[in-house]
Nanobody
């Protein structure tokens, strides 16, 4: 399976973006899918995760602002990001949780103040 993230861009603080992650193969058998991010000079961190039956978990700093979802039929995982803050600036990736798929290129999200 290969993963292609898209939907990033430049947005002002308080704005919204919706990220998509399209898998080249089925994600139906992958119990937990997640969105990760890596800011400059920092380690990659798990931002949000969703199970096959729709249960979700979030990094404390994004709880209430981000929403993760998945559509197994479309082989896609989404991340709706609202009320964006400059500290959300990072390259965003999707992967399983724990990550075992080769990392894709990610999509850059830049939030200006």
């Amino acid at each position: 399976v290969q993963l292609q993230a898209s939907g990033g861009g430049l947005v002002q603080a308080g704005g919204s973006l919706r990220l998509s992650c399209l898998a080249s193969g089925s994600i139906f058998g992958i119990n937990v899918m997640g969105w990760y991010r890596q800011a400059p000079g920092k380690q990659r961190e798990l931002v949000a995760a969703v199970t096959g039956d729709g249960r979700t978990n979030y990094l404390h700093s994004v709880k209430g602002r981000f929403t993760i979802s998945r559509d197994n039929a479309k082989k896609t995982v989404y991340l709706q990001m609202n009320s964006l803050k400059p500290e959300d600036t990072a390259v965003y990736y999707c992967n399983a949780d724990p990550a075992f798929i080769s990392w894709g290129k990610g999509t850059l999200v830049t939030v200006s103040s």
